[in-house]
């Protein structure tokens, strides 16, 4: 993994790293020296991971669904730490329903959990940035792929890379970055157990042009590179990381 001395020391905030590319952008970090303070509504796996990482690795319980509770959790790291140099807004759920089942409440929850967590993050974030910070969204692969049964998480991914446009050019002027990373498919823990298959497997290798299963680690080196002062000419733009998808 590459190493970028300035973020020895950096505040960086991670939402869902408690497991997946969370928790391996929190690794990172960390191996970095940088302080992580890091969420999720997985208590049991986030509080083993920052007992685990010890000194510097900071796990809070919240419910990104809440908008109080992510107005208490960026308040009390504010107060705690001052400046904040990196907003990872990472946490996301990716249901399969087919389109006549989703109901409207189904369709405000994701929203909710997956978009509107990133601009309440980002708001709440905002007075307390420093210049020079670097604010990081996940959208997905699926934005171009366009996978049945995901119609609902597909449109948060695409308002992500909205909302990561927009919010570029209004923080822009305060030396503050917003870029947005496009996951392909990742092989964490939970997609391995549960839709991996050994089928999937040879279907995912087939449609990349590198055929080579790609790791959590692989996409958080990409998270260090945009977090780190070797991107500061860089905003506004999203990163599809998914060792070239080229068909199904
Ligand atoms: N894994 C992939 O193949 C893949 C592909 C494309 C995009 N992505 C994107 O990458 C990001 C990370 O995905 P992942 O695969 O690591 O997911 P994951 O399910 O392994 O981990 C997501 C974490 O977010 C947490 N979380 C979910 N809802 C939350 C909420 N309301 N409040 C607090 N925490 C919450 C979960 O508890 C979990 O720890 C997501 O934005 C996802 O959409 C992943």
């Avoid at 509080?47 to 510097?56: H, Q, T, Y």
Wanted: glycine share 6%; hydrophobic share 45%.
């Amino acid at each position: 993994m590459a190493s970028y001395d300035e973020l020895a020391g950096r505040v960086v905030l991670i939402t869902g790293g408690a497991n997946g590319i969370g928790q391996a952008m929190v690794e990172a970090f960390h191996a970095q020296g940088a302080v992580v303070c890091f969420c999720d509504v997985d208590e049991k796996a986030g509080s083993r991971l920052a007992k685990r990482l010890g000194e510097r690795a900071e796990f809070a319980k919240v419910n990104l669904c809440r908008e109080v509770d992510i107005k208490r959790w960026v308040a009390c790291l504010a107060k705690r730490h001052g400046a904040i140099h990196a907003l990872i807004n990472n946490a996301a759920r990716d249901p399969r329903i087919a389109l006549e089942d989703v109901t409207a409440k189904a369709w405000d929850d994701l929203f909710a959990a997956n978009i509107r967590a990133q601009f309440l993050a980002c708001r709440e974030a905002s007075p307390h940035l420093a210049k020079g910070a670097s604010i990081i969204n996940f959208s997905s692969i699926t934005i171009h792929t366009a996978p049945v049964q995901m119609s609902s998480y597909v449109a948060t991914k695409g308002a992500s890379i909205g909302l990561t446009r927009s919010l570029a050019r209004e923080l822009g002027p305060r030396r503050i970055r917003v870029n947005c990373i496009a996951p392909g498919w990742i092989m964490t823990e939970r997609q391995l157990k549960e839709y991996v298959t050994p089928a999937v497997k040879r279907q995912i290798r087939a449609a990349q042009c590198i055929p080579d299963l790609i790791q959590p680690e692989e996409v958080a080196g990409v998270a260090l590179f945009l977090a780190s002062d070797a991107s500061r000419a860089v905003t506004g733009q999203h990163f599809v990381v998914d060792r070239g998808w080229v068909h199904e």
